[in-house]
């Protein structure tokens, strides 16, 4: 017997509303002047005719995908073609093998690009990263090219004071395993991202977005402890541990009406017994956690642990909580002062990207890169390959990634990371605009002790 397809009807009306909204949407807009055309010219013509080499790239890394914190051979990759082009390459660094840094400049601004480089287990490249990481290359080499590399006596250059120049730094950070790892928070922790003033990054998508929410997400291991017993002779002298794990699964199942729309949680029995004639004493779920906002993250995260214990009540068992094995993900606190200068970059490129609304909210996952935006301004923009229906984590999305879609995603996001980056380098009005939004949202969160 077959599984019953689910029927398609509702993502056809959300596709016919979504199509309408975006037909209609305005672009964000930037009240800032940003930096110099010429000098912006100059970003994006290196990036046009540097195009074979980034496409390279992010062809070989989809032809080679490696999984989180195995990814030896993508950073390598990286690392040669910075060195090709005369840049210092620090491998290994913040203590993670895969990890990677390059930068230009010194004094006044600095502005890290990030590149990711890790792939799905099964998939490949199913969630782009071959794409993200060509893209933050090229973004970097592009807006290097533009910063006046000062020594040290003269920190204080400026554009004003060096024609054609911004100032300031820009770095590239290679960051492992997104995908479940944590390697942003785990570089943060280590100190790689103290000197930074802001971070940008972009994620193929769908549609082009500006600015597109990503959940928190939180992952915990729910251990419960029973006593075994002959099933069949003795099960009164026996705890079921695979009832309480059923228990706190169908627990939080019920909970799921009374949860906003944004959170999510979703699960696996990993352990249920050994053998029928015998009482399981151990049986384990894994459950993911996910929310909106660091606060509505918290919450659902207490909901669930009390529903586990619940569950240990009721079945005379002993439970205990791994919370995070990997870090816990917040959501994406978006710049949108940045975010506009990203849009308004891409309409260079032929590409109108949307405001945060105009594509559901809901199609949406989560990322590392959100821990990083309550340190500091950060964007993650996505860039659309050119179909409505793809979706991330397939093999549908991974050929994407291959595709001529992609490779224009590469170029396009490129420019965009750089044009975006010389534009933070080169407007003071611009920094003071982007650091007061951020200031407004909150402030630097101090990420590493929120959920303890």
């Not at 990263?129 to 592009?142: P, Q």
């Not at 944004?262 to 990993?270: A, E, L, N, S």
Request: proline share 5%; hydrophobic share 45%; aromatic share 6%.
């Amino acid at each position: 017997m077959q599984p019953v397809q689910p029927d398609e009807s509702y993502l056809r009306a959300v596709a016919a509303a979504t199509e309408k909204a975006v037909a209609t949407a305005e672009p964000l807009r930037s009240a800032h002047a940003g930096a110099d055309e010429a000098l912006l010219a100059a970003a994006e013509r290196w990036v046009t005719e540097h195009r074979d080499d980034l496409l390279a790239l992010s062809h070989d890394l989809h032809a080679h995908p490696e999984e989180a914190y195995a990814e030896h051979r993508s950073v390598a990759q990286v690392a040669e073609l910075l060195r090709g082009f005369g840049h210092d390459v620090e491998v290994g660094v913040g203590g993670l093998d895969t990890a990677l840094r390059a930068g230009v400049g010194s004094g006044g601004p600095h502005v890290a690009v990030l590149a990711e480089y890790d792939a799905l287990p099964g998939i490949g490249h199913g969630c782009g990263h071959n794409i993200i990481c060509a893209a933050g290359v090229g973004g970097f080499l592009a807006a290097a090219s533009a910063v006046h590399n000062t020594a040290a006596s003269a920190v204080q250059s400026t554009a004003a004071s060096v024609p054609g120049r911004t100032g300031g730094r820009v770095s590239l950070v290679g960051t492992p395993a997104e995908e479940g790892g944590g390697g942003k928070e785990h570089l943060a922790r280590a100190g790689v991202f103290d000197d930074v003033d802001a971070v940008v990054m972009l994620h193929p998508f769908s549609h082009d977005i500006a600015a597109h929410p990503f959940l928190g997400r939180r992952q915990v291991e729910i251990v419960f402890h029973g006593v075994a017993a002959h099933a069949s002779a003795q099960p009164f002298m026996g705890r079921n541990a695979l009832d309480a794990v059923v228990a706190a699964y169908q627990g939080i199942a019920a909970m799921r009406q009374h949860m906003p729309s944004t959170d999510r949680v979703h699960g696996v029995i990993t352990d249920g017994g050994k053998r029928p004639n015998v009482v399981p004493d151990r049986a384990a779920a894994l459950f993911y956690v996910r929310s909106a906002e660091p606060g509505s993250l918290q919450d659902l995260a207490r909901r669930v642990e009390s529903i586990a214990r619940g569950a240990a009540e009721m079945t005379g068992c002993g439970v205990e909580l791994n919370w995070d094995h990997n870090p816990a993900y917040l959501p994406i606190r978006h710049n949108d002062t940045l975010a506009a200068r990203w849009a308004g970059h891409q309409s260079r490129r032929g590409r109108t990207s949307l405001p945060r609304g105009v594509v559901p909210d809901y199609l949406t996952g989560s990322t590392d890169l959100g821990n990083l935006s309550f340190r500091m301004p950060a964007i993650h923009p996505m860039i659309g390959l050119g179909d409505a229906n793809l979706s991330l984590h397939t093999e549908g999305f991974a050929a994407a990634a291959g595709s001529e879609a992609g490779d224009a995603a590469v170029i396009d996001g490129a420019v965009g990371l750089a044009l975006t980056t010389v534009d933070y380098l080169a407007d003071g009005d611009l920094r003071a605009a982007v650091r007061d939004e951020f200031e407004a949202a909150g402030g630097v969160l101090d990420v590493p002790n929120y959920f303890r």
